[in-house]
């Protein structure tokens, strides 16, 4: 038993295939290397070379006096032409005269030991240097994996494109099947298959019904598909989502990036800002809608749920029950920490102006000025903010005029 677990027919031809494949392997480097040395065998009769070229030589000369002859080649044209070829015919017969005088046995030994060098070289250092490299890099103990084995067994669940595989043989087999669908699609995704993702947000529509979700989904699978773009396609899936659900956020940015990315910076301005009005202070995309909506120029409100710092109408009436020192108190003590705050984040265009005219309450006009000032700087390259606070300079120098009378 013991024997044939170890010696079973199976175990013997994996060991045949796998000599097979060394046999093989070696074949191949042998056939390589000898690709190689073959030139290096080649021998070339240095004599019979040089021979032949003062045959050329010889030839040349007597077209050059047969064109003389014939007037077909100036005097001394033909005269230096035969210069150059009898200089080249001495140069020829030097090197002839030079090689005789060698040794001829050296010269085998030499060539004899170079092609041998060469041949070890190829034969042996290539291969073992190969190996080597393979046993630091590789893997060799590694068992192999076929695509056919992986398919068949039970999957790792880091092997994502067997997975994947896995699933798209299940859904054509059952393509009506829109939980695959809707499973496969972000997964595409992160797989940097946009275009496939899109398609099996598209089936899960077809199959499960539209929802603000998977159209908002599909929408972003094609954007990212185009580079960036936000196609027609994707932006009638946001707004296909948008009417299913008015506040699916996802939606409203890429839309409003639609906007910006057609130059309609005021619609993209209004679309971020009806969305920063009503996304959370805590939402994690909060910052970079807040972002877009500062690169078309528009200004971000505050976030719902939280009460905006400084005085306000009812806070300026309550103060007016109150004696002369203690409104003066509690609207002093509320107009510090709004100017504390706008030092601190001055993109705020509605505090700059509760600012000026709790300033205008208080009658400091030189600290109103000075924050209609700082106001102006803050939004120097917005002009819908500048033309608010010049309304509100005229309304706060039309009640000051109107005090100073009475």
């Known amino acids: 038993m013991a024997y044939a677990a170890t010696h079973s027919p199976v175990n013997g031809f994996e060991v045949m295939i796998s000599l097979s494949l060394f046999a093989a392997f070696a074949l191949m480097t042998a056939i390589a ?29 007597a077209e050059i006096a047969r064109d003389a002859k014939s007037g077909r080649l100036p005097k001394a044209e033909a005269e230096a032409a035969r210069i150059e070829v009898a200089r080249r015919m001495l140069a020829a017969d ?12 050296r010269i085998t030994r030499q060539t004899t030991w170079r092609r041998r060098m060469a041949a070890v070289f190829a034969l042996l250092f290539v291969p073992v240097f190969a190996v080597g490299l393979y046993g630091m890099l590789g893997s060799p103990r590694l068992p192999g994996a076929p695509l056919a084995e992986r398919l068949t067994a039970a999957p790792d669940r880091g092997d994502v494109a067997i997975l994947v595989r896995r699933v798209e043989e299940h859904l ?56 960036g773009l936000v196609t027609a396609d994707a932006a009638r899936a946001f707004a296909d989502a948008l009417a299913l659900d008015p506040n699916e956020p996802r939606s409203a940015y890429f839309l409003g990036l639609a906007a910006e990315q057609d130059g309609r910076a005021a619609d993209a301005a209004r679309i971020w800002g009806q969305l920063l009005a ?40 309550a103060a007016a029950a109150l004696s002369s020192d203690e409104r003066n108190a509690m609207v002093r003590g509320m107009v510090d920490r709004l100017a504390q705050r706008l030092d601190s984040a001055p993109d705020d265009i509605e505090g700059w102006l509760r600012l000026v005219r709790a300033y205008g309450v208080l009658g400091d006009k030189d600290k109103a000025a000075e924050a209609l000032k700082k106001a102006r700087a803050t939004f120097k390259d917005n002009a819908e903010a500048l033309g608010r606070l010049d309304a509100a300079e005229k309304e706060l120098a039309a009640k000051t005029g109107a005090g100073e009378k009475g």
Not at 33 to 49: D, G, I, K, N, Y
Not at 211 to 226: F, M, N, P
Not at 294 to 315: C, E, L, Y
């Open 278 to 317: 009503r996304t959370p202070a805590d939402a994690p995309y909060r910052p970079v809608v807040a972002a877009a909506l500062a690169r078309v120029g528009g200004t971000a409100p505050a976030a719902p749920g939280v009460a905006a710092p400084g005085p306000g109408a009812a806070d300026v009436a």
């Open 94 to 105: 030097s090197a002839r005269e030079t090689a005789s005088t060698e040794d001829p046995a």
């Open 33 to 61: 290397a000898f690709a190689v040395l073959w030139p290096l065998s080649r021998t070339r009769a240095a004599q019979a070379a040089r021979e032949a070229d003062l045959a050329v030589y010889r030839d040349q000369l």
């Open 172 to 227: 054509q087999k059952t393509p009506n099947d829109g939980a695959g669908y809707e499973i496969l699609a972000p997964v595409y995704l992160r797989m940097g298959r946009p275009e496939d993702a899109a398609r099996a947000y598209a089936e899960a529509i077809r199959i499960l019904g539209p929802s603000a979700l998977r159209h908002s989904s599909r929408g972003e699978a094609l954007v990212i598909a185009s580079d």
